[in-house]
């Protein structure tokens, strides 16, 4: 048991979703909280800033959540920003031509809610929707263990059809996994499935209705408000463990606390590990990790062209359409009430990393047109692409293996990040476990074992509950 006399203080290095929620947490526990971000804002991977180009404050990438991501909702109610989140029960599927279908629940129990919905797809067949209900079933109602390949040869071997694959598991998967599925292993894709069929709140998409960094300078507030403190433009260089206490050096100078958690992506951590023995194995399982890109389209226009929120788009680039100006619906936008802002966003967009601004543009726009009619006499008024190249880690086969717990050979020193391991993958609620998991094992290592962070699981209904794990 590591005991200090007065307050203990901690260093957290990363103001992303990790950083914040370890924070809060230890403010909350009588910590003193000192919080390094490189940057000049909060929210890391999932933050705004007014874009030089435009003028505008745009998220870096639309972020939504769904209600199983219980530490995440349990994290926007401790900061207090629980009602800027809009909660949809249904998800629009549009075809190019523009023909839509919605996917809502019934009252059947689960995992039957959403069936009658799924039957009436359009655009899949009697068989895509038999063998994808086989499957559905395999991965939901039985244990689905990483076997080293990929997601994509599951699908083959288990009879989907080709329809099935671009229409039905594509959309699903590679939005919520960030990756191709000849690269998603088989336990992620079944953690997807079975965590959005445990019951019709599973479902429940939520959407920010504020700016991402304005959302996430709340958990600032709530860290200054308990004798915290955050320090913008400080990025960590490397620390050094001792028995008694962790040295950080941050911008050149070096200050002192009792415990540090590093909440960095993998590939910022590996920079600011120590050059000595303890820190071997942990670089060796960085090695691993690979990233995956995601791009987000920004796109404004001199009139409405939907009236939908949001939608999934088919058999195109383009995987979704956040309406923005209906999103953020209190605060208007440059061209009025008139115009319109939407946000296009590519999963896995390997195709676009090397393509200009003004060819993923084009092509944008010449999806847009075909799947929204109003589109095509509408005038683009400004636009903005943000790739984002290091997006998340990419959920390949046997990469578990090589999430490394919170803990470190250092007993001060704490780990957290979407890529560590929590069981979820690279998203907020993945971030947030992450910090939580960290502030929970620091506090053991203060003695403290009843102290714990993490929220139970979204419980399963209906029929799930025979299946619950
Ligand atoms: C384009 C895109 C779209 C996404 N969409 C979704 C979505 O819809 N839903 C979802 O749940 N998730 C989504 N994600 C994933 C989600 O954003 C991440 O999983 C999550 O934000 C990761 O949080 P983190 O704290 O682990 O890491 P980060 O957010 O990367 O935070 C790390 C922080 O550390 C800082 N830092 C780095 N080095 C140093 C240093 N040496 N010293 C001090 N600070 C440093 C960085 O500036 C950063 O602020 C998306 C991600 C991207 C990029």
Redesign the pocket.
Known sequence: MIQTPTQPTVAI???????LAAACALADSGFRVML????PYL????SSYEHPGTGEVVD??????FRV?TNLVEFYRRIGVEDKIRWYDEMTFIEPGGRTSVMRASPLPAPLHTAPSFLRFPFLSAKDKFVISRAIAALTLTSQPDTGRSFLDWCRRHGQTENAIQRFWKPILISSL?EDLDLISISYAAQVVRESMKSPAARHMGVPAIPLTELYNRAGDYIRARSGQIRFR????TFFSEPTQVKVRVSEAEETFDYLVL???FD?LD??LPETPEAVPLREKLTHFESCP?T?IHLWFDRQISDLDHAVLLDRTIQWMFHKSRLLATRGNAQGDSGSYIELVVSASKTLIDKSRTEIVDLALKEVREFFPEARTANLVKSTVIK?VH??YSPRPGIDAYRPQQTTAWPRVFL????TATGWP??????VR?GYLAAEALMVACGMTDRKFLVPDLPASGLMRLFAR
């Open positions: 290095a990363g103001g992303g979703l990790a950083g390094f971000e490189r940057r929210g890391g991977r999932a870096n990438c639309q972020h939504v959540l991501c960030s400080a990025s960590l260089e909440a960095l992506p910022g920079r600011v995601i987000g984002e997006a998340t957290a990040g979407d890529w690279a998203t907020m609620e993945g971030a992450s």
